[in-house]
Nanobody, 130 residues
Framework: QVQQVESGGGSVQAGGSLRLSCEVS????????MGWFRQAPGREREGVAS???????????DYADSVKGRFTISQDYAKNTVYLQMNSLRPEDTGMYYC????????????????????WGQGTQVTVSS
């Protein structure tokens, strides 16, 4: 049973920043993969970033090309929270943002492929104006 609650979304002008938070329960970070996703109106859910945590607690991250260099995924064990720091935001970053744990085969790379993640929560809306 995995549960997560996203927060931190809002409206920001292009070039601005937001930090999204995802409080996670029902799963240990160790040995698992967490991801951030977004969905714009009329488009399919797409992967944004992911973080794999080894059984020793080491994190390895991966990013979609569209956000690489601008977004950073991280986690806080004490708070059971995964973060997405978003800088240099663009209007095309607008969408509903979700976090989720990987549910697909464990041999899959920790990449933010929507079909391999879930369940999906309520998300948090990010709106970037030009």
């Amino acid at each position: 049973q995995v549960q997560q609650v996203e927060s931190g979304g809002g409206s920001v002008q292009a070039g601005g920043s937001l930090r999204l938070s995802c409080e996670v329960s029902g799963i240990s970070f160790n040995g698992n993969c967490m991801g951030w996703f977004r969905q714009a109106p009329g488009r399919e859910r797409e992967g944004v970033a992911s973080i794999y945590t080894s059984y020793t607690g080491r994190g390895t991250t991966d990013y979609a090309d569209s956000v690489k260099g601008r977004f950073t995924i991280s986690q806080d064990y004490a708070k059971n929270t995964v973060y997405l720091q978003m800088n240099s935001l663009r209007p095309e970053d607008t969408g509903m943002y979700y976090c989720a744990a990987r549910t697909g085969p464990s041999w899959l790379a920790c990449r933010a492929v929507p079909a391999n993640f879930g369940p999906w929560g309520q998300g948090t809306q990010v709106t970037v104006s030009s």
